[in-house]
């Protein structure tokens, strides 16, 4: 009896090996290659698109998958502590950016676990020990090599510059894998449409699928003959046409931007306070 070494490679196996001794010359040759191995069921449909995802992180820039600024949650690191505390309360992150006093210096990364020794024995919190480095990286620098920093420094989080230097916005490892992988709940996505996070004195992150009623309440607004139910139903009819990221509308001295968008609906929206008029 032939031992496992002995034995004939299986079909399977031959033309595996044939497909990857294959050196395609463009990506659309490597998209003719997994369409050929999923015809001849050397691997399966969902082998196939995440496959091809994974040669397009080449071609994805952070910018693109990267979290808004105006999403950010953060720490700023001359808050008072109950300040800082209740944002986290009420986030639910496990890692918060720590900004300086301009809004473009990055001090660093708090894990919220770095806080519960103190919290639990009661004693002040000092930002300055429990902070910690974080990466800061430009809004070009490509997926796969983002995901390849993140594996070898065992990092889960980094901050996103633009060419002169500002802070905008931020990525994790989850951003980049979703991107492979599709959507990743975790413990904190619950499916809450009232879901509204105060991240700084004068601005909110709505999910779009806000109760308008609870939006009027919030902001001491009344909107009479509006046919919507949610902020993303505002925004819509406010628009005239179905918003893309970036877009926005001002609403009684308050500036609504569309953070988070696909092609067929609207999913976040920062809300800013600016000067309120009566109406």
Known sequence: MKSEEEKPPSTAFKKLKNLISFKPKSLNEVSEVLQHALNTNIIDKEAQLIAEKAIRLGDTTLK???IPKVEMVTVDVNESQDVF???IIESGHSRYPVMGENKNEVKGLL????????LHSKTPISLEKVTRNIKVV???KKADTMLEEFKNDRSHMAVVIDEYGS???L???EDVLEELVGEIEDEHDTGDVDELI?????????????????????FDLK??????ETVGGLFIHKLGLLPKVGDRIEVNGMTLAVTAADKRKVKKIGITINKRTSD
């Not at 894990?111 to 103190?118: F, G, R, T, V, Y």
């Not at 105060?198 to 609870?214: H, K, W």
């Open 111 to 118: 894990l919220a676990k770095d806080i519960l020794p103190a």
């Open 138 to 140: 430009p809004e070009n």
């Open 167 to 169: 802070v905008s916005g």
């Open 64 to 66: 693109e998958i990267m």
């Open 85 to 87: 505390i209740n944002r």
């Open 171 to 173: 990525i994790t490892i």
């Open 223 to 228: 909107f009479d003959d509006l046919d919507a």
């Open 198 to 218: 105060q991240v700084s004195p004068t601005e909110y992150i709505a999910d779009a699928r806000l109760d308008i009623n609870v939006f009027e309440k919030k």
